[in-house]
Nanobody, 118 residues
């Protein structure tokens, strides 16, 4: 099993920045991809960004490309999501996910709330 713990959410104003972090523990050796998803009120969960450990490649949703950056942390099995130029549409619960492929995630965190006021 792999446990994921997110941190860094909060309430900010439009145009501000936030940095989310996710730390994986347990059988983290099975992980080759980590990602962020988000779910806004009354909306489906959507993909935000992902990174593949073995290749270093990153992937972004069109809505966040150029504003958000996913990166591997200096601590083992951690990932960050730097979010700049936030707007109200970014308000959601953000979930960290991990798996062995960027198209498949077996492990999920509990989520961290991000609220952006205009």
């Amino acid at each position: 099993q792999v446990q994921l713990v997110e941190s860094g959410g909060g309430s900010v104003r439009a145009g501000d920045s936030l940095r989310l972090s996710c730390a994986a523990s347990g059988r983290a050796s099975v992980i080759d991809a980590m990602a962020w998803f988000r779910q806004a009120p009354e909306k489906e969960r959507e993909f935000v960004a992902a990174t593949k450990w073995s290749s270093g490649k990153t992937y972004y949703a069109h809505s966040v490309r150029g504003r958000f950056t996913i990166s591997r942390g200096s601590a083992e099995n951690t990932v960050h999501l730097q979010m700049n130029s936030l707007n109200a549409e970014d308000t959601a619960i953000y979930y960290c996910a991990a798996g062995d492929h960027v198209d498949s995630y077996d492990y999920w965190g509990q989520g961290t709330q991000v609220t952006v006021s205009s």
